[in-house]
């Protein structure tokens, strides 16, 4: 399973959407979700991106979590290396964001 799926799309292709988070345009590194913070982070840097587009096991989208999201995660008081991104959910199971934006991962707490 490769950690990372970073496929560019034909500008003549048309989307395909099976959901509504699938019909948002999204582009970016893609990951995997249980994927940790520390490689997610490292991903990042290495692509020079400001976020990355989160695919469950499935391949199907789940979110977005940004560049900063993942440092504010990491210098958090109760990071370990072992805290994967689908540990940081809103705590509904759903992705939200600091300031309720969906796609977005937070802080579960």
């Not at 940790?36 to 096991?57: F, I, K, M, N, Y």
């Amino acid at each position: 399973m490769p950690l990372v799926q970073m496929q560019p799309r034909p500008a003549t292709a048309g989307p395909v959407h099976s959901t509504a988070a699938d019909a948002m345009d999204v582009t970016g590194p893609q990951v995997w979700h249980d994927m940790t913070v520390e490689v997610a982070l490292s991903v990042s840097a290495a692509a020079g991106t400001g976020h990355l587009v989160l695919r469950d096991e499935d391949g199907q989208y789940v979110g977005l979590v940004t560049r900063a999201r993942l440092v504010a995660v990491r210098d958090s008081r109760g990071y370990t290396d072992r805290v994967r991104l689908s540990d940081i959910t809103d705590g509904s199971g759903h992705f939200a964001g600091h300031d309720g934006a969906p796609g977005v991962l937070a802080l579960a707490g």
